[in-house]
């Protein structure tokens, strides 16, 4: 059974920085791309950014792009999403997951507090 485990979120003042980990089991990892979703308090879920298998490719939302990047570790079965000049409008449940033949999967996200 895929199992996701994000750490790393917290509190941190407007335009600072945090790391955010997710540790990735029972399943391929190294055979999918990895996503990183938040969902803002009163607003939808939305993917943030993705890396494919290999980490050749990564994609962002708009919001985000110059700000955050997403890396991987195939052999730590590890994936990070990198927070730099954080605003309060990424406050959110951070999750990562991964898309299977069972469809989106996701972890139980950690929690990104960010202040003015």
């Not at 335009?15 to 969902?39: E, H, V």
């Amino acid at each position: 059974q895929v199992r996701l485990v994000e750490s790393g979120g917290g509190l941190v003042q407007d335009g600072g920085s945090l790391r955010l980990s997710c540790a990735a089991s029972g399943f391929a990892f190294s055979s999918y791309a990895m996503s990183w979703y938040r969902q803002a308090p009163g607003k939808e879920r939305e993917m943030v950014a993705r890396i494919t298998w290999d980490g050749d490719s990564k994609i962002f939302i708009d919001s985000v792009k110059g700000r955050f990047t997403i890396s991987r570790d195939n052999a730590k079965r590890m994936v990070y999403l990198q927070m730099s000049r954080l605003q309060p409008e990424d406050t959110g449940v951070y999750s990562c997951s991964v898309e299977t033949v069972d469809g989106l999967q996701w972890g139980r996200g950690t929690q990104v507090t960010v202040s003015s």
